[in-house]
């Protein structure tokens, strides 16, 4: 504690002489799973809090530094027998950023958003102070800061709340036939107490998976634990698509996977994302030999830092959009006609009441009061012509609104300022940032717009021909070489993360 408060200190004598200069910042941390354009503006660099400092047993709780990643928490918890009850899927997503972002996961549809499992923060205001915040202490901090993007303050310790693990979660999987099929048993599901995870995964119109998951120290010996760590392992994605694929089997099928191996099911391959990678280069074959040869690289922490280094955000939807469980069938319905992308993630949420940055969804009409949410996960290509790219997203950000839906603001975003703020408080985040004199820091606003006009201006030959193929791509294999190289040197567990999955 005394090495961190030495940091917390530094900080804060950091911000506060940007503060008197009225100079505003932004947070460094190290690394990030935005896939906004970065902004070039003064930074202020939080990268070394990074460690666990106290797990209490008997309270159940973690208390942990801004920059702990989720291998390196669940490690830490799994020791004392206990798992932190919202964990991303990402092993490379932090707490920090769960906090300040909207990390919403398969548990969330009992738990809600990650913020939601935080007793309380300590943060750096804008002007240097150090304050703590929770439910009892500075509340309309505690709330607002959470999914805020870092714009109120600093945070630079968390107090998490856990649950008892147990070793194995026992996977069932459910063939659905119709986009209609999934979304009821996704919701139906959500219902039965007995389950401790529900997501959902569509391949096609006709090909839906819903997979329950439920902790368990109980498996058939006859029974091998299934993995998806390893190189030879199969994409979870592949995995469950073919568990699935015909009408063959009469019952569900069913897995008993190690705890953290389920937790970080979707790790390799980004989900279905690093598919994209093979299809770019399209001499490499994907297959299970070239999967493996790759291995390194298909992991989600080296394709974020590929896609920043490619600089190809532009060119690829990936998005998180939040819906009402009546509208979600037409959402699907358009983008498969508009994008025709697919699969899709399907993700329940548990209902948020506002104010807040977080996906927060009401049904249009007279009835305002918040609902259960069903997150879409629409993650492929888009076109390489940027006004065209950005009118698949407006059109897409316009679907969204009129089905009374919204994203998750780790994404593009092509709202107007007045567009971004009919759709949030804007009357009670400015009064946050009065109150807690943050009126120097971007908005959420500033942080998440694409500045389109500046990007189409990039028109030199030079950045034309990084941009183009190969060399975008070759680019950003170079920039998930040097993240490779760096991971290992900073956080060690990185590289033990196949060893604690299988322990």
Same mark, same amino acid.
């Given at each position: ?281 399209? #001499? =490499?074959?994907? +297959? !299970?030999?070239?999967?493996?040869? $790759? ?7 080296? &394709? @974020? ?83 065209? #790219? =950005?009118?698949? +997203? !407006?059109?897409?950000?316009?679907? $969204? ?7 998750? &603001? @780790? ?93």
């Amino acid at each position: 504690m005394d090495k961190h408060e030495g940091a917390a200190k530094a900080i804060a004598m950091a911000v506060r002489q940007l503060y008197r200069r009225r100079e505003s910042y932004r947070i460094f941390h190290g690394s990030t799973n935005s896939t906004r354009p970065a902004h070039k503006d003064k930074v202020i660099n939080i990268s070394a809090l990074s460690n666990v400092l106290k797990i209490d047993p008997v309270a159940q709780s973690i208390l942990v530094e801004p920059n702990v990643p989720m291998d390196k928490l669940v490690q830490a918890t799994l020791r004392h027998g206990l798992i932190p009850p919202v964990v991303m899927e990402f092993p490379g997503i932090t707490v920090g950023g769960g906090y300040a972002g909207s990390a919403g996961e398969s548990s969330s549809f009992r738990y809600g958003y990650f913020d939601q499992t935080v007793n309380w923060v300590e943060i750096v205001l804008a002007n240097g102070d150090i304050v703590k915040a929770s439910k009892s202490e500075n509340p309309a901090l505690f709330q607002g800061a959470a999914g805020a993007l870092g714009t109120l303050g600093i945070t630079t310790l968390i107090e998490l709340q856990l649950i008892p693990a147990k070793k194995l979660v026992k996977t069932t999987y459910y063939r659905t036939k119709s986009v209609k099929d999934v979304i009821e048993l996704l919701h139906k599901e959500t219902e039965n107490p007995l389950n401790d995870y529900v997501d959902g995964i569509l391949f096609s119109k006709d090909h839906g998976v819903v997979i329950i998951g439920k902790l368990t120290d109980d498996k058939p010996e006859s029974v091998r634990q299934q993995t998806f760590s390893g190189a030879w392992d199969p994409w979870f994605y592949q995995y469950a698509q073919q568990r699935t694929e015909s009408g063959a089997q009469k019952a569900p099928a069913v897995d008993y996977i190690p705890t953290a191996e389920y937790l970080f099911r979707y790790d390799r391959g980004g989900f279905w994302v690093g598919l994209e990678a093979f299809r770019y280069f399209g #001499f =490499v074959p994907f +297959n !299970r030999l070239t999967r493996w040869f $790759l291995n390194d690289f298909m992991h989600t922490r080296m &394709l @974020y830092r590929a896609l920043h280094g490619s600089n190809r955000s532009f060119g690829f939807i990936i998005q998180d959009l939040s819906l009402p469980y009546p509208n979600a069938e037409e959402f699907i319905g358009y983008s498969a006609d508009d994008l025709n992308i697919w699969p899709l993630w399907l993700c329940p949420l548990r209902e948020i009441q506002p104010p807040t940055f977080h996906p927060s969804t009401t049904i249009p009409g007279p009835d305002s009061s918040p609902k259960p949410m069903l997150n879409i996960g629409l993650w492929g290509r888009g076109s390489y012509d940027v006004q065209t #790219f =950005v009118s698949q +997203n !407006r059109r897409l950000e316009n679907k $969204l609104a009129e089905l009374g839906g919204r994203k998750v &603001l @780790y994404s593009h975003t092509y709202y107007t300022e007045k567009e971004f703020w009919a759709f949030y408080d804007k009357e009670w985040y400015q009064n946050l940032r009065e109150r807690y004199w943050a009126t120097t820091l971007p908005t959420v606003f500033d942080k998440v717009k694409v500045d389109i006009e500046n990007f189409s201006q990039r028109t030199s030959r030079l950045h034309w021909l990084v941009s183009s193929w190969p060399f975008a791509g070759i680019l950003g294999i170079r920039s998930a070489i040097r993240s490779r190289d760096y991971l290992l040197h900073r956080h060690p567990s990185w590289k033990d993360s196949v060893t604690l999955r299988k322990k």
